[in-house]
């Protein structure tokens, strides 16, 4: 096998979410787009598909008109970000014409699902204190957006006396 790349399926707006996501990330480009031919099923020199890196990662755009299926929170996209300024660009140009989601995941105006995590959220999920680990995962519950200084902040919390 040489790879495994994700064929993401549209309607008929493909080219226009490779173009999108491809201004949002890093090292990132469109490689190939097909159209279909007189055979269809897509109106003749309509774009068929999109071939695009993200981060350097391969995906497939498919604009294979209406379907009954749909992209689901089941599977989503996740974003490792070393800083909030990283979570907050991300944050916000997903939710834009999109939908805010808990705890750092949401779907953006293409109904693709993401998750938006700070890599300080891993660090203090797995730290050997379970109790602040359950602070910090409490705390993220509460949230939309993470914000790393909430998380910071529940990690740091004293243990809430008993009595």
Known sequence: MKKLIPC?????????AAEFY???????????????????????????TVSFELNGRE????NGGEQEWRFSEAISWQIM????????????ALTEGGEPGPCGWLKDRFGLSWQVVPTRLT??????????????????????KIEIGELEAAAAAEKEPTG
């Open 22 to 48: 491809v201004s949002l990330f890093p090292k990132s480009r469109i490689t190939e787009v097909t159209r279909y031919g007189e055979t269809g099923p897509g109106e003749p020199g309509a774009v068929m």
């Open 59 to 62: 995906f497939l755009a498919l």
């Open 81 to 92: 970000c070393e800083s909030q300024d990283e979570v907050d660009y991300y944050w916000d």
């Open 8 to 16: 993401l399926w549209y309607t008929d707006e493909g080219e226009e």
């Open 123 to 144: 660090e203090l999920l797995t730290q050997s204190d379970p109790e602040t680990s359950q602070r910090v995962f409490a705390a993220m519950m509460q949230m939309g």
